[in-house]
């Protein structure tokens, strides 16, 4: 309803979608290795992009997999534009060597930086599913994959977090 | 997610994550620049139409530019090739052609349920594109192979990257997000606009001939297309 308002240019609507999207997509950027003042300047620059997509928006389809496509396209920009992606592609193949590093060196398991560790793809499953609540079809929509592909994503991630837990939990005993 | 009690401290910390990342509030400092922002270049916009009308409007484009092309062009290869060749090879190039502008729409519009992925689209386009010339066309090869095939691949290519700018044009209405599958899937539908009116003039109905050089072709099209998709 909030998003016809904003294509009949309703001002109200917009202050309106503002005030409750922006949160929930400060902490989508957070979670994505970069910084708060990263995180807030791609708040800005998503909603810029979602102003000017705001007619590909259809009132007879979900709202938040439209909000979270443009979000996630906005984030991939920014790792490529800063070069980072190809970083984060060589962290990726090296994710189960890194995880084990991290349960060697650190006997105090940090939950949050072992989630981090995670590839983007499964990260990024697991914070639409647990922090945003999406549903698996939503996350499936916002991703432009299927839902078979975003259950895959979300056990990998979960397979992985009960391994390194389970090693961390041994390695205290 | 559940499978066992086990998974009972993982859940508990994934909630208690999820719970810390919620924790994040957004400055009413920052709130009130992006909302006046926005306000500033706020206008009424008319919404897309629906993803049918736009599979509508790209198919009448495909089979426009096809047609075209075909009346100016020559059309002897059409006298060579067998009711069965013709038939055959039509009807895979425009189901192929659907394929990928279906592709098309779901990606002009954000969110848009995928109901075939990108790899399933290429894949099934690839096997069809190939699989259709293999089985269609006679195996026999000229000793003039290599200059008989060039100038039908360079004419594709440079054919095919005007249709392409068409189709990019109107694509625009929606919203492109810079990948690779965006920039396959057009110039997978130029090539294939290409491919149809080549096959109709070209004079050298072989296998080797068509897989080779009008094949071929198309996936270097789409190569190209996936590269250049990717630049933001």
């Known amino acids: 309803m909030l998003m016809m308002q904003y294509q009949r240019a309703d001002s109200g609507a917009v202050d ?76 990726v193949a090296n994710v189960p060597e890194t995880l084990h590093q991290v349960t060697v060196e650190t006997r105090q398991l940090d939950f949050e930086h072992l989630v981090s560790s995670l590839p983007d793809s499964q990260r990024e499953v697991l914070v639409m599913l647990k922090v945003s609540g999406m549903s698996l079809e939503e996350i499936a929509r916002a991703t432009a994959t299927t839902v078979g592909s975003v259950k895959q994503k979300a056990r990998r991630a979960y397979e992985t977090l009960r391994r390194v837990l389970g090693k961390d939990i041994k390695h205290a005993e | 997610m559940q499978n066992d009690p086990g998974d009972f401290d993982l859940e508990r910390k994934l909630e208690d994550w999820a719970a810390a990342e919620s924790s994040i509030r957004v400055s009413s400092e920052l709130t009130r620049s992006i909302q006046a922002t926005l306000n500033r270049s706020l206008t009424a916009v008319k919404p897309v139409p629906s993803q049918g009308t736009l599979w509508l409007v790209f198919m009448t484009l495909f089979m426009g530019c096809a047609g075209l092309l075909i009346m100016l062009t020559s059309r002897v290869g059409i006298h060579l090739m067998t009711p069965v060749q013709l038939g055959g090879i039509s009807v895979v190039l425009i189901a192929i052609g659907i394929l990928f502008v279906a592709k098309l729409v779901e990606q002009m519009i954000p969110g848009s349920q995928s109901r075939v992925s990108q790899s399933t689209v290429l894949t099934f386009g690839g096997i069809g594109l190939f699989g259709g010339l293999a089985i269609l066309f006679p195996w026999q090869s000229s000793p003039h192979f290599v200059s008989e095939g060039w100038p039908c691949a360079v004419l594709e290519l440079a054919a095919g990257v005007p249709v392409t700018g068409i189709f990019w044009l109107l694509a625009r209405r929606g919203t492109l997000f810079a990948s690779a599958g965006l920039g396959a899937t057009l110039t997978g539908i130029a090539a294939l606009v290409v491919l149809i009116p080549l096959q109709f003039q070209c004079m050298f109905q072989q296998a080797p001939h068509l897989l080779v050089w009008h094949g071929g072709a198309a996936l270097l099209l789409i190569g190209l297309g996936a590269i250049l998709g990717r630049r933001p």
Do not use: N
């Open chain 1, 16 to 91: 309106e979608l503002v005030q409750r999207l922006s949160p929930l997509l400060l902490r989508y950027f957070s979670s994505s290795r970069f910084g708060r003042r990263e995180a807030e300047d791609l708040l800005q620059d998503c909603w810029m992009r979602i102003h000017r997509s705001r007619h590909t928006y259809r009132s007879s389809e979900p709202v938040m997999p439209w909000i979270y496509a443009i979000a996630r396209h906005t984030r991939l920009d920014a790792y490529r534009k800063s070069g980072r992606l190809a970083a984060r592609e060589v962290l």
